[in-house]
């Protein structure tokens, strides 16, 4: 079996077998359709993960050194020209950083899904409830479907009713459904300071006033909130209580008792945006929605605690709006696909949620504690089991330029400014997502890139 000399390890693991391998291509030590290890026998033989194998076979392949083929497995092409194999500092390293290591996109940690996701998809086609995925939906979803998304949604609201359920094409739809069905063009809409670019952009792109309302560790402040509703009377509020993007805060009982009060004293609306809900473990801690249930519409999908190709979210609603979501959801996309919420319903009846659920929260506070080793000495904000954290760059950095910079040095981060409802240039503020490299390695690799960026002085780059 073909085992790789690893030389190199200044980059990711997958970047030096890709490496190993273009060089014994090169060398004539692999020939023309020799077939290479399993992903399982190398992962093994080199201690690390089968994900990290499947990676370092990817990026083989687009430097057109290897084939994979279904079900036969991964044969060399042929001999890399020398060229590429040739001194130290040759192309094969240019080749091997090209693609930047992308620490901005929230998403679940990822190396069981693929295989997780066949075998899900054939089961979904034996299964005799197929032909309802196949046809069209009732206004609010199938029943079954719905009664799948309130077993989803029991984790945090025990008496959820199947009735009260509206299925969306995910938790950015659900958002823009609720906005939609629940104010009017011109309203006032508030959200935090701070707050999930997906938020900016329906309000302003639904003609909505949108304000922020300022925030300290635990999230929205109810003093600031008070007095924005004593100046104007708001349509709206979208809030994220748990975990929140991008600042990780998580509202304490208290806190949300007094925003749910506030919202009953100036008459508005709860949009209760729980897709991190998960993460926070504490079972004293109940959604915003619960805190005034008549008056608040909860938001939660799948693609964060699950895999982001279920785009399926769930609205649950008080009687009186539920007809105002569900002609909104129809008049947007008609009806979110069948197909997805058939397979979101086989792995939520099934119990596979809470499995997966788990393996992202123990994946998730691994690479937390990776993350507290890189940036020690650093300031940040976090949560034990969160996806990403909230970076304070020391002076005189700005985010922006720290942003701009990491770039440049092969790492993706997302500027603060990208979050704030009023602009601020001066912001020294960054997120930075720790679930997307698909191997702790690569983290490490990308976090220790960023910590000696930030030792940097940035008046050398402007």
């Known amino acids: 079996m073909w085992v790789p000399q690893l030389s190199d390890f200044n980059q990711p693991v997958y970047l030096s077998i890709a490496d190993a391998l273009q060089r014994d291509i090169g060398s004539g030590l692999l020939k023309d359709g020799e077939r290479l290890p399993t992903l399982r026998e190398l992962a093994v033989t080199l201690n690390v993960t089968p994900g990290t194998i499947n990676r370092a076979y990817g990026e083989a392949q687009r430097r057109g050194l290897v084939q994979g083929e279904v079900g036969r497995g991964t044969y060399v092409l042929g001999r890399a020209p020398l060229a590429l194999v040739e001194g130290a500092a040759g192309p094969s390293l240019s080749l091997g950083q090209s693609e930047a290591l992308d620490l901005s996109l929230i998403k679940p940690y990822s190396e069981t899904l693929e295989y997780w996701l066949r075998g899900a998809l054939v089961d979904m086609a034996r299964s005799s409830d197929f032909g309802r995925a196949l046809d069209y939906a009732p206004d609010g979803g199938h029943p079954a479907h719905r009664e799948a998304g309130a077993q989803w949604l029991r984790h945090s609201l025990p008496e959820a009713q199947w009735q009260q359920v509206v299925i969306t094409s995910g938790a950015q739809h659900g958002l823009m459904v609720a906005i939609s069905a629940l104010s009017n063009a011109g309203d006032l809409v508030l959200c935090e300071s701070l707050a999930y670019p997906g938020i900016l952009s329906v309000a302003h792109g639904l003609e909505r006033r949108l304000q922020g309302v300022a925030m300290d560790e635990e999230g929205i ?36 008792a007094q925003i749910a009060a506030l919202a009953e004293e100036f008459d508005f609306l709860l949009v209760d945006d729980d897709i991190y809900g998960f993460l926070a473990t504490d079972p004293q801690i109940k959604p915003l929605s619960a805190y005034a249930p008549e008056r608040s519409v909860y938001l939660t999908s799948l693609s964060k605690a699950i895999m982001p190709a279920l785009r399926v979210g769930y609205l649950y609603s008080p009687p009186k709006l539920l007809s105002r979501l569900s002609a909104m959801v129809r008049s947007s996309v008609w009806m979110p696909s069948p197909l997805t919420a058939q397979l979101a319903s086989n792995v939520l009846v099934e119990g596979l949620d809470r499995k997966l659920v788990e393996t992202q929260r123990s994946e998730a506070a691994e690479r937390q504690a990776i993350a507290r080793e890189v940036f020690a000495g650093f300031e940040f904000r976090t949560q034990p089991h969160s996806y990403h954290l909230w970076l304070t760059l020391p002076q005189p950095w700005t985010a922006d330029e720290f942003a701009t910079l990491a770039r440049a040095n092969g790492v993706l981060v997302m500027s603060g400014t990208q979050f704030q409802v009023e602009r601020d240039a001066n912001c020294r503020h960054v997120r930075v997502v720790l679930m997307s490299p698909t191997t702790r390695d690569e983290l490490r690799f990308a976090l220790t890139q960023l910590a000696s960026l930030i030792g940097t002085d940035p008046r050398r780059y402007r």
Do not use: D, F, W, Y
């Open 221 to 256: 402040l109810p003093e600031a909130l008070r007095e924005q509703c004593l100046r104007e009377k708001p349509a709206l509020l979208v809030c994220v209580a748990s975990c929140q993007n991008p600042t990780t805060a998580i509202m304490s009982p208290g806190r949300r």
